[in-house]
């Protein structure tokens, strides 16, 4: 039976000769490129980490010089089929969709909903929306996310896959907050299943007007490229997640400064 550094090492192997580029030695903006799209597409940081592990000791084992652990992560990549990436600015103003529309669309119908329930509705579709571009979370994750994964003091939020925290910022620990206070005693964060997670995005959308094909992988293609722009590594990114209790921010242990930036940068408001 292989082992997981075996399993990973084939999938780089298939990826790089069908991209035409060598998987040993392997050039260190083709790794950064497979990393990137892995991250891209949902993969949990902390896998992704073990990918490059597994490049890493393959190369050793063949007596290769490894690509280093802190090769930076191109700030550019090919769009994914879904579109171009979400950028800030796009992220910022889907955000402001949801807190600003005080209607919702029912069936074929329009309803204006209860101040209480549209703050409500606001700020859950807010939260999801900075989970996936600050932690680069799934709608799987965002669903089964549970108030006792959630450390709104430390500002951290854990993914049981991860098995790591993974820092927010502020702002979004400050929705997080108010999401707690609504919800009351309630286990689940969001209290939805994965599809209606993804649903919530492309309806935030078109309540504020900013047209369609709005989804979570392309706000994670466009955080993962924000993250790039800042200067980050790939061992930036796969840190994240392995933050502990109590650490807050850009001063979370393992963070590294382009992803601190990237926090420090969110489109989620911070608290008045």
Do not use: C
């Amino acid at each position: 039976m292989k082992t997981r550094y075996e399993r990973e090492w084939a999938r780089w192997e298939t990826w790089a000769s069908s991209h035409g580029y060598s998987p040993l030695p392997a050039e260190t903006a083709h790794v950064a490129e497979y990393a990137m799209g892995l991250l891209a597409l949902g993969a949990a940081p902390s896998g992704v980490g073990m990918v490059l592990s597994s490049i890493r000791w393959r190369h050793r084992v063949a007596n290769a010089d490894p690509p280093p652990d802190n090769d930076r992560i191109p700030a550019t990549s090919s769009a994914p089929s879904e579109g171009e990436p979400i950028t800030r600015a796009d992220a910022a103003a889907l955000i402001e969709a949801t807190s600003l529309r005080r209607s919702y669309r029912v069936g074929m119908g329009v309803r204006r909903e209860r101040q209480s329930r549209t703050n409500k509705r606001a700020v859950i579709d807010s939260v999801i929306i900075g989970l996936v571009w600050e932690t680069l979370a799934t709608a799987v994750e965002i669903a089964s996310l549970e108030w006792t994964n959630v450390d709104l003091a430390g500002r951290s939020v854990l993914y049981a896959e991860r098995g790591g925290w993974s820092p927010v910022s502020e702002g979004l620990a400050h929705r997080l907050t108010l999401l707690a206070e609504f919800r009351n005693s309630t286990t689940s964060v969001v209290g939805l299943s994965p599809a209606s997670v993804r649903r919530r995005v492309r309806e935030a959308a078109e309540y504020g007007d900013l047209g369609s094909g709005w989804s979570l992988r392309r706000l994670r293609t466009g955080a993962v490229r924000a993250i790039a722009a800042r200067g980050a590594s790939m061992a930036d990114v796969t840190r994240a997640g392995v933050s502990p209790p109590g650490t807050a921010g850009s001063e979370a242990t393992g963070v590294g400064e382009g992803l601190a930036a990237h926090l420090d940068d969110s489109p989620v408001p911070q608290p008045d």
